[in-house]
Nanobody
Framework: QVQLVESGGGLVQAGDSLRLSCAAS????????MGWFRQAPGKEREFVAS????????YYADSVKGRFTISRDNAKGTVYLQMNSLQPGDTAVYYC?????????????????WGQGTRVTVSS
């Protein structure tokens, strides 16, 4: 079955960096657009970033543009989220997701498979 396993979360201070990874199995990775979403305590899940199957097209939420970078390695079946200049407002559980239909970059309902999440906590 399809599995998406996130890693790389942790507790950091404001201004620090983290790189999240999401390893996919059970699917032909290069055929799927991938996305990162996050959910902060008491808030709705929100779009962070997404990338098309080839890696040539990337999309970002305004709140992370210029600080976060999404990338993928199709040979390794892994998508990454490099997060720089982290702020307390970035504190959330981060989820990766795979989309196999028409690519709607920021629409979580368009994603078919989800990981279990990795927690990121940014202290001020």
């Amino acid at each position: 079955q399809v599995q998406l396993v996130e890693s790389g979360g942790g507790l950091v201070q404001a201004g620090d960096s983290l790189r999240l990874s999401c390893a996919a199995s059970g699917l032909t990775f290069s055929e799927h657009a991938m996305g990162w979403f996050r959910q902060a305590p008491g808030k709705e899940r929100e779009f962070v970033a997404s990338i098309n199957w080839s890696g040539l097209d990337t999309y970002y939420a305004d709140s992370v543009k210029g600080r976060f970078t999404i990338s993928r390695d199709n040979a390794k079946g892994t998508v990454y989220l490099q997060m720089n200049s982290l702020q307390p407002g970035d504190t959330a559980v981060y989820y990766c997701a795979a989309e196999s239909g028409v690519f709607y970059p920021a629409n979580d309902r368009a994603y078919d498979y989800w990981g279990q999440g990795t927690r990121v906590t940014v202290s001020s």
